[in-house]
């Protein structure tokens, strides 16, 4: 209800602001509203509100299995590189045209996003499978991968034209400005793809919980899993990525909430994530609006903002527990 009600408060939030009465019974009955505000609703207001309600929902799901299969409060795609990977696929698409798929067409960013994306998740999975290696060192090595793109990122703005670095660097801070139902409709296909695989894998993941050695004495072929569940991160990720630019702290910040509402239980810690996300998402839409009148805050320094205190008590409360 929560993020229902925050839907509709985005959608009735910006320049012109309209009244939520209004604004639901555009929603509801669209003939007997006036263009002017059919047009301002559902074609210029609901992509960008829906996109952050997807974007929001996706980005959790992902923290919250990669917080499971990594057995790491800190894991999220933002920390372990996936969304550093992606968001240098992209670059290459904005500054250079360069494809790393040829038929990706229109797509090109998009595609880009997801190879790298995907890349930089095969490289951690390929990790858990040598010998002796922790979820701690799978932690380490994704971070590790998140400064290895970020500094190839920093190559390509560096000889960027000026052109290209504007958009660059508009594009890195996070922006629902450019949504449209087409972008809307394939990041909602990628997070009704991978649900249902996350939900059939829910008891698995629960067990994965315990540990590598009580989930394998189960019967659970932890490699795979963690494969599979690694290419779903990614997906969600890339997609997330390549349509509003890197936001950051929602896959880390959405899936603890969730986690501290309803436990550890996958029939219901999934869905309480993606419902937590999208409304952290879509609250911090309405604040890129309102903060500063007649000013639309890029989304993703936001996030920051509000993820950051967040992230540094999780970095205490983790080595409060080590040092135990």
Known sequence: MATLVSLMIDIATGPGAYPLLDVVETLAMPSEASRVLQVVVWEIRLPVATMAIVVGASLAVAGAEMQTLLNNPLADPFTLGISSAASFGAALAIVL??????????????????????????????????????VQTMVLMGIAIMFFFNALLGMLQYVASAESLQQLVFWSLGSLNKASWGKVALAALALFATMPIFIRARWQLTALR??????????????????????????????????????????????HIARLVVGEDQRVFLPMSALTGALILS??????????????????????????????????????????
């Open 283 to 324: 609250l911090t839409s309405i604040l890129s609006k309102t903060l500063i009148p007649g000013i639309l805050l890029p989304i993703g320094i936001l996030t920051a903002l509000i993820g950051l205190p967040f992230f540094v008590s999780l970095i205490l409360r983790s080595r409060r527990e080590i040092w135990r």
């Open 97 to 134: 045209g360069f494809g790393l798929l040829p038929v990706a067409g229109t797509l090109l960013l998009t595609a880009n996003a997801f190879v790298l994306a995907m890349f930089a998740s095969l490289m951690i999975w390929a990790l858990s499978r040598l010998k002796g290696v922790s």
């Open 210 to 255: 315990l540990g590598d050695i009580q989930a394998k004495s189960m019967g659970i072929n932890v490699g795979r899993l963690r494969l599979r569940m690694l290419l779903c991160c990614a997906l969600l990720s890339a997609t997330a990525v390549a349509f509003v630019g890197t936001i950051g702290f929602v896959g880390l910040v959405g899936p």
